[in-house]
């Protein structure tokens, strides 16, 4: 006997397909991508399961429509569009799973912050080179010792600044919750559907129009995804529009950011520095303007390979859940086991 599962996202034709592999033989998955509202109400009828990744409204009417519905399994731990009361009035059980990957990625972009504001690849090179410092070297105790003994200025932290986080989703609600006990002055973001103020208040989030996230962030920490309208969205004319000082931290699709408007900005001081994980071509190719940037550690500029989601094991391609993670709460309730991170 097979299940029928109704799967919604929004994300990629190749994640798709990689979900769909990742089912085991009892469940039966129907995909849809960003479907009409009208679409989901016809692969309501039949399902015993909901499977939604990351985001989508599932109301009172949505649930009235499912009669065999069992289970909302939402994967991504932002709940606020599913009405929970409603499904449980309906006997119909409600699911979330945090999804590791970015769980990772946050804490990537975290530590990409603070290498860049505390001047990581340049302190580093001198706390490395066995130079002449001027003054003898004595050994340390409780009284001596030499602190900052490169004179070195300009370290600072996160504490005190606006983190502007653009495109807010999954990654995005795990780097604000990260980022509250570095008590930064305030935590912006900006995404084409504004959360909920209860949300809002949950994950210590003020929303900001775009120009004025890109004006008055002190991190810029970039998110978003790819589509042609977002395509070199960070260009020269938004990179200008930055505070003097300020950084770029990037994780999101590597073709949303004009690489060569990027390495000017930096070369030219406007940027104090900034930090990528992923790039337009990938591997990244020998002619990346910003790969000169990081032989020169006064330049401020950090890249990894893509890495920021860990390894393979963590999740899927791109942080996505496992197949353990899509389905487990499904195959729990089929044998009869408890639910985890059960809401209703």
């Given at each position: 006997?097979?299940?029928?599962?109704?799967?919604?996202?929004?994300?990629?034709?190749?994640?798709?397909?990689?979900?769909?592999?990742?089912?085991?033989?009892?469940?039966?998955?129907?995909?849809?991508?960003?479907?009409?509202?009208?679409e989901?109400?016809?692969?309501?009828?039949?399902?015993?399961?909901?499977?939604?990744?990351?985001?989508?409204?599932?109301?009172?009417?949505?649930?009235?429509?499912?009669?065999?519905?069992?289970?909302?399994?939402?994967?991504?731990s932002l709940?606020?569009?599913?009405?929970?009361?409603?499904?449980?009035?309906?006997?119909?059980?409600?699911?979330?799973?945090?999804?590791?990957?970015?769980?990772?990625?946050?804490?990537?972009?975290?530590?990409?912050?603070?290498?860049?504001?505390?001047?990581?690849?340049?302190?580093?090179?001198?706390?490395?080179?066995?130079?002449?410092?001027?003054r003898?070297?004595?050994?340390?105790?409780?009284?001596?010792?030499?602190?900052?003994?490169?004179?070195?200025?300009?370290?600072?932290?996160?504490?005190?600044?606006?983190?502007?986080?653009l495109?807010?989703?999954?990654?995005?609600?795990?780097?604000?919750?990260?980022?509250?006990?570095?008590?930064?002055?305030?935590?912006?973001?900006?995404?084409?559907?504004?959360?909920?103020?209860?949300?809002?208040?949950?994950?210590?989030?003020?929303?900001?129009?775009?120009?004025?996230?890109?004006?008055g962030?002190?991190?810029?920490?970039?998110?978003?995804?790819?589509?042609?309208?977002?395509?070199?969205?960070?260009?020269?004319?938004?990179?200008?529009?930055?505070?003097?000082?300020?950084?770029?931290?990037?994780?999101?699709?590597?073709?949303?950011?004009?690489?060569?408007?990027?390495?000017?900005?930096?070369?030219?001081?406007?940027?104090?520095?900034?930090?990528?994980?992923?790039?337009?071509?990938?591997?990244?190719?020998?002619?990346?303007?910003?790969l000169?940037?990081?032989?020169?550690?006064?330049?401020?500029?950090?890249?990894?390979?893509?890495?920021?989601?860990?390894?393979?094991?963590?999740?899927?391609?791109?942080?996505?859940?496992?197949?353990?993670?899509?389905?487990?709460?499904?195959?729990?309730?089929?044998?009869?086991?408890?639910?985890?991170?059960?809401?209703?």
């Amino acid at each position: 006997m097979t299940h029928n599962v109704l799967f919604v996202t929004e994300r990629s034709p190749r994640h798709q397909q990689a979900a769909l592999e990742a089912a085991p033989p009892e469940l039966s998955v129907t995909m849809l991508r960003q479907p009409p509202r009208a679409e989901i109400m016809r692969g309501l009828a039949d399902a015993e399961f909901l499977i939604s990744e990351r985001a989508g409204v599932i109301d009172a009417e949505m649930v009235a429509a499912a009669p065999k519905l069992r289970l909302i399994q939402r994967l991504g731990s932002l709940t606020h569009d599913i009405d929970v009361v409603a499904a449980k009035r309906q006997g119909v059980a409600v699911c979330y799973w945090p999804i590791r990957g970015c769980i990772l990625v946050a804490e990537h972009m975290v530590m990409q912050m603070l290498a860049l504001v505390k001047k990581l690849p340049e302190v580093k090179a001198i706390a490395e080179a066995a130079g002449d410092w001027g003054r003898p070297s004595l050994r340390t105790d409780e009284n001596i010792f030499a602190y900052n003994w490169s004179s070195h200025s300009g370290i600072d932290g996160i504490d005190g600044a606006t983190v502007g986080i653009l495109g807010f989703g999954e990654i995005g609600a795990e780097l604000a919750r990260r980022l509250i006990p570095f008590r930064p002055a305030q935590i912006i973001y900006h995404k084409r559907r504004r959360l909920p103020e209860a949300v809002e208040l949950e994950l210590g989030l003020t929303y900001a129009p775009r120009d004025e996230l890109i004006a008055g962030s002190d991190f810029l920490c970039s998110l978003l995804p790819y589509y042609p309208e977002t395509d070199h969205l960070l260009n020269a004319a938004l990179l200008a529009e930055m505070k003097r000082g300020s950084f770029v931290v990037h994780c999101g699709s590597g073709s949303v950011i004009d690489e060569h408007a990027l390495a000017d900005a930096v070369r030219r001081g406007h940027l104090a520095g900034a930090a990528l994980d992923t790039f337009e071509w990938e591997p990244i190719r020998a002619d990346n303007p910003l790969l000169p940037l990081t032989r020169d550690p006064v330049a401020n500029v950090l890249l990894t390979p893509h890495t920021a989601a860990g390894a393979a094991r963590a999740d899927g391609p791109g942080g996505a859940p496992t197949r353990q993670s899509r389905y487990e709460n499904l195959i729990r309730m089929l044998n009869g086991n408890p639910l985890r991170y059960r809401l209703a």
